[in-house]
T-cell receptor, first 111, second 116 residues
Framework: QQPVQSPQAVILREGEDAVINCSSS?????VHWYRQKHGEAPVFLMI?????EQKGHDKISASFNEKKQQSSLYLTASQLSYSGTYFC????????????FGAGTRLFVKA | DTEVTQTPKHLVMGMTNKKSLKCEQH?????MYWYKQKAKKPPELMFV???????INESVPSRFSPECPNSSLLNLHLHALQPEDSALYLC???????????????FGEGSRLTVL
């Protein structure tokens, strides 16, 4: 049930764009994106609930294609502060609410 | 106050020790979670408490014993751990236990556990 993320790692120069993909072999009811900087706790970025939903947060946005069971996170004009590991999570309710995370995508932005 | 506070930040224990990790939140959240994270791996769900009741146990060994004394506090009692249990233990909370729209997790900074 763990979602699959790609790529595993990305190295960017400041100002470049990146796309991180998240897919699942099972139906996705919601997709959650988090960023974790080294030595810190994961921080919530956004939740996508419906197929076709798109959200934006500063220059970070995401889309959710329910039929294809996948979501993509778009980082535009990357900044040094974007460096970290990005996790997508699939959420579902089973007596309690579970969020299962993908393996993560390590993003490094250099000057 | 939008924090999840975990103590201690670092813990070293022997395999015969008994210790506890503590987590506190004052956001009025009714769901609390324990996650375990190994280096370069994603957080792995261990337990979920919904309205102070254990609702999910992800087949965690009994040497880990969770406790939720009230809606603001979550403990993880540790006993007879193994060296492979060394990891970062993250506590998280969310507004309500049910429904994806309220599934945003607020994480504490974690307790880094080393078992010798």
């Amino acid at each position: 049930q763990q979602p699959v993320q790609s790529p595993q790692a990305v190295i960017l120069r400041e100002g470049e764009d990146a796309v991180i993909n998240c897919s699942s072999s099972k139906a996705l009811y919601s997709v959650h994106w988090y960023r974790q900087k080294h030595g810190e706790a994961p921080v919530f970025l956004m939740i996508l609930l419906k197929g076709g939903e798109q959200k934006g947060h500063d220059k970070i946005s995401a889309s959710f294609n329910e039929k294809k069971q996948q979501s993509s996170l778009y980082l535009t004009a990357s900044q040094l502060s974007y460096s970290g590991t990005y996790f997508c999570g699939t959420g579902f309710y089973t007596g309690g609410f579970k969020t299962i995370f993908g393996a993560g995508t390590r993003l490094f932005v250099k000057a | 106050d939008t924090e999840v506070t975990q103590t201690p930040k670092h813990l070293v224990m022997g395999m015969t020790n008994k210790k506890s990790l503590k987590c506190e939140q004052h956001m009025g959240h009714r769901a609390m979670y324990w996650y375990k994270q190994k280096a370069k791996k994603p957080p792995e769900l261990m337990f979920v408490y919904s309205y102070e009741k254990l609702s999910i146990n992800e087949s965690v060994p009994s040497r880990f014993s969770p406790e939720c004394p009230n809606s603001s506090l979550l403990n993880l009692h540790l006993h007879a751990l193994q060296p492979e249990d060394s990891a970062l233990y993250l506590c998280a909370s969310s507004q309500e236990p049910a429904g994806p729209s309220t599934g945003e997790l607020f994480f504490g900074e974690g307790s880094r556990l080393t078992v010798l």
